[in-house]
């Protein structure tokens, strides 16, 4: 079993930054793929960002390319998504996620976090 605990969320203005935070309690953190995805009210959860277990492969959904980034510590198990020059259309619950492959954690992620509000106004 794997807990994910996200952090990081707030309220920031369009333009902005904020960086949130997947603490992964797994003892075999660095086997897993991570990701990321998002949910706006009234809509479907969406995929938004993911990276290989070893760090060196990323996927980002094309509204985020060029403004997030994700990456990983596997010593601190520990996964990142730097949000930068954000949107009010980016707001929405941020959820932390994983699984077994990164074909599987863009999909149908195995374990997820409890999510994190990011809120941008305009």
């Known amino acids: 079993q794997v807990h994910l605990e996200e952090s990081g969320g707030g309220l920031v203005q369009a333009g902005g930054s904020l960086r949130l935070s997947c603490v992964a309690s797994?003892?075999?953190?660095?086997?897993?793929?991570s990701g990321w995805f998002r949910q706006a009210p009234g809509k479907e959860r969406e995929f938004v960002a993911a990276?290989?277990?070893?760090?060196?492969?990323?996927y980002y959904t094309d509204s985020v390319k060029g403004r997030f980034t994700i990456s990983r510590d596997n010593g601190k198990n520990a996964v990142w998504l730097q949000m930068n020059s954000l949107k009010p259309e980016d707001t929405a619950v941020y959820y932390c996620?994983?699984?077994?492959?990164?074909?599987?954690?863009?999909?149908?992620?195995?374990?997820w976090g409890q999510g994190t509000q990011v809120t941008v106004s305009s």
């Open positions: 990276i290989s277990w070893g760090g060196l492969t990323t």
């Open positions: 996620a994983f699984a077994e492959t990164t074909a599987r954690v863009r999909t149908t992620p195995t374990y």
């Open positions: 797994a003892r075999t953190f660095s086997t897993y793929a």
